[in-house]
């Protein structure tokens, strides 16, 4: 044995979770790179637990809020697409019915310039 392996401390391969307290295999604790070394609670764990929020009424609520504060946010922008935009802003059968105009256009002035005499 090299002066080496001696201070690389033999990695475990097995931790046990905080929360659960089963011992599992460390795939099973996600590894935090800040850190270099796996967090203390267990895939499962966290999972259970962001789940458990996610259910909750003062999640749902906080999601609303930062929705409302996020669309009062972008507000003025949307009004100024909007502005810039108007074509855009038509309901989609008026935008529809512009664009086979224009294409219906486009055909007639093609076919006259292919057969000059008929028209
Ligand atoms: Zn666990």
Request: some cysteine; proline content about 8%.
């Amino acid at each position: 044995m090299n002066s080496l392996t001696c201070i690389i401390p033999i990695e475990p391969t097995t931790k046990v979770c905080r929360k659960c307290g089963i011992p599992q295999p460390l795939e099973r604790f996600p590894f935090e790179k800040a850190r270099q070394t796996h967090r203390g609670t267990c895939k499962a764990c966290r999972a259970a637990e962001s789940r458990a929020l996610r259910s909750s009424a003062e999640h749902a609520e906080r999601i609303r809020e930062a929705e409302r504060i996020r669309s009062k946010r972008r507000r003025p922008y949307i009004l100024k697409w909007q502005r810039e935009h108007p074509d855009n802003m038509l309901p989609g059968y008026r935008r529809r019915a512009a664009r086979r105009k224009e294409r219906l256009a486009a055909a007639r002035l093609a076919a006259a310039q292919a057969t000059p005499q008929l028209f």
